[in-house]
């Protein structure tokens, strides 16, 4: 039972241009969203998080929102960079503000051309 | 480098031998994760600590597994006669004791393959 889920095992995007990465989630106690960006070899960093008293949540060129009704969140990063090529992954948790579990998604591979 | 350090990085072994992972948490952080991720998937969740405490346990956590964190500081994680299913990364993540916010920090990741 995937409560995660991120649909899109890859994607391929002009430097310059907008990369949009989606997640869906089914666990309707979910109110503490997450993303994390993975390089080989290394463990997950921490990229922006949003909670679900939020629609939206901005860092830099990081912008995540969310869609509790659609239980779908997107993270947007403009302009891409090369150096944003990494796997992104969406996690969730329950009671935002305390200690739980995080429930990732399976991630996709981003890909940032020249 | 203050992040949250595991060892081995590397791990083969056969199977039916033991093997032990450790995890060092960021020094101020007092919740410890442990998490295993297979190729092709994102991690899982296998238990946690708040300070020595064991809080929560995966079903995944098989009686073959046995974690402890006995000073409240590092913490490990034991695998007894291993499996070739037991292949996998095992990652350590740490967060502090805080309600304003809920960001779990990652180690490297321990690699483990069972011949």
């Known amino acids: 039972d995937q409560q995660v889920k991120q649909n899109s095992p890859s994607l391929s995007v002009q430097e310059g241009r907008i990369s949009i990465l989606n997640c869906d989630y089914t666990?309707?106690?979910?109110?503490?969203f997450l993303w994390y960006k993975k390089y080989p070899a290394e463990g997950p960093t921490f990229l922006i998080s949003?909670?679900?008293?939020?629609d939206k949540n901005e860092d830099g060129r990081f912008t995540v929102f969310l869609n509790k009704s659609a239980k779908h969140l997107s993270l947007h990063i403009v302009p891409s960079q090369p150096g944003d090529s990494a796997v992104y992954f969406c996690?969730?948790?329950?009671?935002?503000?305390?200690?739980?579990?995080?429930?990732f998604g399976t991630g996709t591979r981003l890909q940032v051309t020249l | 480098d203050t992040g949250v350090s595991q060892d081995p990085r590397h791990k083969i072994t056969k199977r039916g031998q033991n093997v032990t992972f450790r995890c060092d948490p960021i020094?101020?952080?007092?919740?410890l994760y442990w998490y295993r991720q297979t190729l092709g998937q994102g991690p899982e969740f296998l238990t946690y600590?708040?300070?020595?405490?064991?809080?929560?346990k995966s079903r995944l956590l098989s009686d073959r597994f046995s974690a402890e964190r006995p000073k409240g500081s590092f913490s490990t994680l034991e695998i007894q006669r291993t499996e070739q299913g037991d292949s996998a990364m095992y990652l350590c993540?740490?967060?502090?004791?805080?309600?304003?916010?809920?960001?779990?920090?990652f180690g490297p990741g321990t690699r483990l393959t069972v011949l």
């Open positions: 993540a740490s967060s502090p004791a805080s309600l304003a916010g809920f960001e779990q920090f």
């Open positions: 600590f708040q300070n020595e405490a064991q809080l929560e």
């Open positions: 020094s101020e952080h007092n919740r």
């Open positions: 996690a969730a948790s329950e009671g935002a503000g305390t200690a739980s579990k995080l429930t």
């Open positions: 666990n309707s106690m979910f109110d503490y």
């Open positions: 949003i909670s679900s008293i939020k």
